[in-house]
């Protein structure tokens, strides 16, 4: 009698703890939002210093899940072009010193929800698309949060869910271009576009269009 209720304690014991770890464990869903601190040189050390992300969390780049046949790809706009990667690639690209995704999770309200197939339908159209080099809103190339302002853009009929901001390539409480954007422009026979309208990650990491619900590594 007594191994039997010994038995019984450990067996709801164990079911107590399956069901906290199920309870804590994250769930990626279809048209999250992964906001990266990116390393990819001084770049975009230069983007993450002009607009401070969620909580202060450095950020250079954004993608959007896309969930096909149980596998979890991330579409985004980079060097490539517009490209479908694999989560897995995408969180391991940048890791921070304990091995971990430098990624939070941004997950879009829920009165919003229902545009996310759509959004994912343009985004789709959009992959093999050029990289924006310019970052000109109205081209048919691509930087990263263009792609997503776009979509989901397109998504509300034509009526913005992000917003654009004046860009700015100063560093702060500066009038004067950082010398790594002056050289960048230079090579593309540009001005150097301060002003025109535009979006960044970070901004859009601070939506009230979404909520932050997860940090990789935390």
């Keep these: 009698m007594k191994q039997i209720i010994i038995l019984y304690v450990s067996l709801v014991i164990f079911f107590i703890f399956s069901c906290v770890n199920q309870k804590d464990r994250f769930v990626i869903k279809n048209g999250d939002l992964l906001f990266q601190n990116l390393d990819c040189g001084p770049l975009c050390d230069a983007i993450e210093s002009v607009t401070n992300g969620y909580n202060n969390f450095p950020i250079s780049h954004i993608g959007i899940i896309d969930i096909e046949n149980d596998t979890v790809f991330v579409i985004e706009a980079g060097g490539n072009g517009v490209v479908k990667t694999s989560l897995k690639i995408f969180l391991n690209r940048s890791l921070n010193e304990n091995g971990k995704p430098k990624v939070i999770v941004g997950r879009m309200n829920d009165s919003l929800k229902n545009l996310i197939p759509k959004a994912l339908s343009f985004a789709k159209q959009y992959i093999g698309k050029p990289y924006d080099k310019k970052f000109e809103m109205n081209d048919s190339a691509f930087y990263c949060s263009e792609l997503i302002y776009k979509i989901f853009y397109l998504a ?40 025109k309208p535009g979006c960044n990650p970070a901004a859009f990491s601070r939506s009230k269009s979404l909520k932050i619900i997860y940090q990789y590594g935390k």
């Design 156 to 195: 509300n009929n034509n009526h913005p869910i992000f917003h654009l901001q004046p860009m700015s390539f100063c560093l702060p409480n500066s009038k004067t271009a950082m010398p790594v954007w002056q050289e960048y422009f230079k090579d593309l026979h540009m001005n150097v576009p301060e002003g």
